[in-house]
């Protein structure tokens, strides 16, 4: 089944619209393609997708060698804000990019209530129509 690009970009940018300092979201395969996005101006969306599944794949890596078992969040931050990304589903990977004004513990919360739909969305589509 193909994938609903639109509800979930509508998904993403009433995320963006909404969540508190957050800047552009997106939606990412491991291997670095974008499924959906709501990303600022400017910004090149098959660059930020392929650095964010090289970003997964190496901190699953040191997780694996740090002994940190499964990778929840990874966070980079800088002097204009912060990069999230959050596992979504097997087959996603949710970045967040919000600014260097943005709550932790605020963002994180949103992430956890965007998450939640988002995975209905992408779940859903592995289910049979009729069921």
Partial sequence: ???????????????VANASNVQGAALVSPDGLTLASSLPGGMDEERVAAMSAAMLSLGERIGRELNRGDIARILVEGEQGYGILTSCTEEAVFLILADHNAKLGV???????????????????AQPVGL
């Avoid at 609903?4 to 995320?15: D, G, I, S, Y």
């Avoid at 963002?107 to 589509?125: A, D, H, S």
């Fill in 1 to 15: 089944m193909a994938i609903n690009v639109t509800k979930l970009e509508m998904t993403l940018q009433q995320f």
């Fill in 107 to 125: 963002i994180n919360l949103e992430i956890k209530n965007v998450i939640g739909e988002l995975r209905k969305q992408l779940l859903g589509l």
